[in-house]
């Protein structure tokens, strides 16, 4: 849940960590270490990468806001 959380604050809103820190009430240092686990977990090298196979999974809805 919390991954799709990240996910979905960097599709509609920004890619910059603090923004999504802020967005999602946690620090950056958490946001970044979260995000780099995500990114592990599905193989990819940078969150727009994330987030496109996200939707392309269905873990995400197509499109944003």
Do not use: W
Request: charged content about 25%; aromatic content about 8%.
């Amino acid at each position: 849940v919390r991954a799709k959380q990240y996910l979905e604050s960097c599709r509609n809103y920004s890619f910059f960590t603090v923004d999504v820190a802020d967005i999602l009430e946690m620090s950056p240092f958490t946001v970044k270490n979260h995000i780099q686990k995500i990114l592990r977990k599905m193989r990819v090298e940078n969150r727009s990468h994330a987030v496109a196979r996200a939707i392309s999974l269905g873990i995400l809805p197509a499109g944003g806001l």
